[in-house]
């Protein structure tokens, strides 16, 4: 009940003009809201997993909020060197996209290009080269695509020759734990986790080369990232290979070779930085500043201010369950405004 009222609440809100009130004031113009988004679905992959993926159809609607409700979308730079200038338009937003996959390309780029919308997308490297799809996501997809099954696979690491049911989130969730908990420790190279991949679905008896063929749950390849730059989209580093090491040089040498990858495709050196699955240590901080990364994003909930750590910007990660009446209020303003009126929304590293 409590989430209905909410609700109802925003819309009065919003409906009333109260929401516009903030997002007109000096409040609003001093601050930046950074939208994260993840997976475009090609079919049914909102279905599956809402909290990474949307239908195309609710991202237009979001494009379509953010233009009635008069917001500056901004390229990310440009957005990041405003902030602290104090030089910001009129809500102020900025669109970033993590991990770039493939459905960004079929999916989110047209309907960015018909609102004529700036976006920058985070891109880890190695599996736009390598490229397959992402072997943990596909895994837990096609364990859902056949969750009416028991699983038996003692040829995978890890599962040995007990049956597994797949029916629930946690059962499943079990048996990519298992897999991964077995392979961690060999660090297998990226063609052997395909075959992990491969076989699982051979015993799920599900086409793995057709997964490949419609670049399901795929990053983009190196051309479509150089294509995609010509056209104006921003790409900025997310590590080589999506990983957050606790040993300082191995953190440094994932974001120089991950930007050595991202200058060869675009031509452009990258100098914003996102945090692989938001994960982030205080150490990280003066390595990412020794190495010239002007702004890090985290996943944390917030809209960035004046006094927001350039290295530790806050966003509102936007997804399927996100209501179009929480939408707006974020837009606007009145839902960070009611979180901390003094828009101090700056994370605390762990």
């Known amino acids: 009940m409590n989430g209905v009222l909410r609700e109802r609440s925003l819309s009065a809100t919003n409906r009333l003009g109260v929401s516009r009130v903030i997002g007109s004031s000096g409040w609003r113009r001093r601050r930046l809201l950074i939208l994260c988004y993840h997976g475009i679905s090609l079919t049914n992959e909102h279905e599956w997993n809402p909290s990474l993926y949307m239908p195309a159809s609710t991202l237009e609607r979001r494009l379509q909020t953010i233009e009635r409700t008069g917001c500056t979308v901004l390229p990310l730079g440009e957005a990041v060197a405003r902030l602290y200038r104090g030089a910001l338009p009129d809500r102020a937003v900025a669109l970033t996209f993590d991990d770039g996959y493939y459905d960004f390309l079929a999916r989110a780029y047209p309907l960015l290009e018909r609102y004529g919308f700036p976006a920058t997308i985070y891109?880890?490297?190695?599996?736009?080269?390598?490229?397959?799809?992402?072997?943990?996501?596909?895994?837990?997809?096609?364990?859902?695509?056949?969750?009416?099954?028991?699983?038996?696979?003692?040829?995978?690491?890890?599962?040995?020759?007990?049956?597994?049911?797949?029916?629930?989130?946690?059962?499943?969730?079990?048996?990519?734990?298992?897999?991964?908990?077995?392979?961690?420790?060999?660090?297998?190279?990226?063609?052997?986790?395909?075959?992990?991949?491969?076989?699982?679905?051979?015993?799920?008896?599900?086409?793995?080369?057709?997964?490949?063929?419609?670049?399901v749950l795929t990053l983009l390849r190196p051309s479509e990232v150089t294509w995609l730059?010509?056209?104006?989209?921003?790409?900025?580093?997310?590590?080589?290979?999506?990983?957050?090491?606790?040993?300082?040089?191995?953190?440094?040498?994932?974001?120089?070779?991950?930007?050595?990858?991202?200058?060869?495709?675009?031509?452009?050196?990258?100098?914003?930085?996102?945090?692989?699955?938001?994960?982030?240590?205080?150490?990280?901080?003066?390595?990412?500043?020794?190495?010239?990364?002007?702004?890090?994003?985290?996943?944390?909930?917030?809209?960035?201010?004046?006094?927001?750590?350039?290295?530790?910007?806050?966003?509102?990660?936007?997804?399927?369950?996100?209501?179009?009446?929480?939408?707006?209020?974020?837009?606007?303003?009145?839902l960070p405004w009611l979180r901390d009126p003094r828009g101090a929304h700056v994370p605390v590293p762990r």
């Open 229 to 334: 730059a010509t056209r104006g989209i921003d790409f900025q580093l997310h590590t080589h290979r999506h990983r957050t090491p606790d040993d300082d040089d191995r953190f440094v040498e994932e974001v120089r070779e991950n930007r050595e990858r991202l200058q060869a495709m675009t031509g452009i050196p990258a100098v914003h930085f996102c945090y692989p699955s938001g994960v982030y240590r205080s150490a990280y901080l003066p390595l990412l500043r020794a190495n010239g990364v002007r702004s890090a994003t985290t996943t944390r909930l917030g809209i960035a201010g004046p006094s927001s750590d350039p290295l530790l910007l806050p966003r509102f990660v936007d997804t399927s369950l996100v209501s179009d009446g929480k939408f707006e209020a974020w837009l606007q303003g009145i």
């Open 123 to 215: 891109l880890p490297t190695l599996r736009c080269e390598h490229n397959r799809p992402i072997v943990n996501v596909l895994a837990a997809y096609m364990m859902w695509l056949r969750r009416d099954r028991v699983l038996t696979a003692p040829e995978l690491p890890g599962l040995g020759a007990e049956p597994y049911p797949l029916a629930t989130a946690a059962q499943r969730a079990l048996v990519l734990q298992r897999i991964n908990a077995a392979i961690r420790p060999l660090d297998p190279e990226p063609d052997e986790r395909d075959e992990i991949a491969r076989a699982l679905a051979r015993r799920l008896e599900l086409e793995y080369d057709r997964f490949v063929e419609e670049r």
